[in-house]
């Protein structure tokens, strides 16, 4: 705004009330400050090549920024800001890094072992047919495609179809084994699918820098699935118990009906005939005596409760 209009030095919460003050509406504030991560590389601008025949302004940028891209070399950039000129300073777009690892402290950022959490990852994973995990680790070397600078695809785009080709590569190897045996054949698989194709880059190599062993993926995934198949079997067990407590209690319940017929039926008998008196006191001295017995050894029932003891 101040490239427009006179602006005293106002906190940005004055601005907003100042704005508002007027009928303004203001939606948000934003801290750009709190977005950046890792270190910034600012370069001096050395010469800027004007390209036509574009429906944009493309300058073609050589700037000096020392050791940051690890060559010493000057960084060729491509952009259609116009507001520098030779001699200026600006801040360049490196590999956003973690400021720690021992090429951040030595001052060469686009070399970090480490990724911002919100940057890109360090390696990339892959499963080789036989469950262990890889993590790969390539640098990608490419040449700016003037021509399709404009409209073409950007480095994230790079990036992804390294990555798929990389995960593909890996995940159809056999074993791990042949994998760290020759790990150029990652490089030459993705090289030859032709991933720059449509994109303003041009890649010129793809180097493996590391591969490292990482997890037993395949192990895992057995072991969940053997927890999982434990955890159903015990489920099936508990269902099948339950319905043998269920038929349990269903057939001490037709006992207990029964047993309650009893006396019904021997007073049928009486009536009709078919019990005499004695035959009934014989046999309460038979259940008295087999409640005796049960009670001297132990196991019987209480003949007042019915219990067992």
Do not use: W
Request: glycine residues 10%; contains cysteine; charged residues 25%.
């Amino acid at each position: 705004m101040r490239e427009y209009v006179d602006l005293p030095h106002l906190a940005p919460a004055d601005l907003e009330q100042a704005l508002v003050g007027l009928g303004l509406e203001v939606e948000s504030i934003v801290d750009l400050s709190t977005t950046v991560r890792g270190q910034l590389v600012v370069g001096q601008v050395l010469d800027i090549e004007e390209l036509t025949g574009f429906k944009k302004p493309i300058r073609f940028c050589r700037v000096d920024v020392g050791a940051a891209n690890g060559t010493g070399e000057p960084q060729e950039i491509v952009c259609g800001a116009t507001n520098f000129a030779p001699g200026d300073r600006v801040v360049v777009p490196s590999t956003i890094c973690c400021g720690v690892c021992p090429p951040c402290r030595a001052g060469v950022p686009s070399q970090c072992d480490r990724a911002n959490p919100n940057g890109p990852r360090a390696t990339i994973d892959a499963v080789a047919q036989d469950g262990i995990q890889l993590k790969a680790k390539a640098r990608v070397t490419v040449r700016t495609n003037i021509d399709r600078l404009v409209g073409g695809a950007g480095e994230e785009t790079i990036i992804a179809r390294v990555g798929e080709g990389m995960v593909s590569t890996i995940g159809s190897a056999v074993n791990h084994k042949s994998v760290l045996e020759n790990p150029d054949h990652i490089s030459k698989h993705i090289l030859s699918k032709g991933l720059d194709a449509g994109t303003a880059y041009e890649i010129l190599s793809i180097d493996i820098a590391d591969v490292d062993v990482g997890e037993n993926i395949g192990a895992k995934l057995q072991i969940d699935q053997a927890n999982a198949d434990k955890q159903i079997a015990q489920a099936k067990a508990e269902e099948r118990r339950a319905m043998a407590v269920a038929l349990e209690q269903e057939m001490r319940a037709r006992v207990v009906e029964a047993e309650a017929e009893v006396p019904r039926a021997m007073a049928e008998a009486f009536r009709q005939g078919n019990l005499g008196i004695m035959d009934y006191y014989r046999m309460k001295n038979v259940q008295a005596d087999t409640s005796m017995r049960d009670s001297i050894a132990g196991t019987g029932e209480d003949p007042s409760s019915g219990q067992k003891r």
